[in-house]
């Protein structure tokens, strides 16, 4: 048995969801935050058969897109200088995940 944990955008965590789901995939959903944009992410917990694994890292490449956005980053050049706003161009998206080895799995 293996454990994925998948760090997701908020934007792609609901159809990934239904579709892991649709396969008898069993999730714990964590709500958590990213750092360098400090936006909204979602991490899944998924306890996972061997021979599923790859089924469910396609179900993710398949709902968890990389795309592009402008965010605005605060710049500061010296103190007491005033806060310049720097458009930016970033990628956002897809998805990280890691995959453990389980020793044992006891569901109560």
Request: charged content about 25%.
């Amino acid at each position: 048995m293996k454990l994925l944990i998948v760090i997701v955008q908020d934007e792609d965590v609901h159809m990934l969801m239904d579709d892991l789901m649709a396969n008898d995939f069993r999730i714990t959903k964590l709500a958590s935050t990213g750092g360098f944009l400090k936006s909204g992410n979602t991490t899944l917990l998924l306890g996972v058969e061997e021979e599923k694994v790859d089924l469910a890292l396609q179900l993710i490449e398949d709902n968890c897109r990389a795309r592009k956005t402008t965010t605005t980053l605060l710049n500061v050049s010296m103190p007491g200088d005033a806060y310049v706003p720097m458009p930016m161009e970033v990628q956002v998206g897809g998805a990280t995940v890691f995959i453990l080895d389980i020793e044992n799995f006891v569901r109560v």
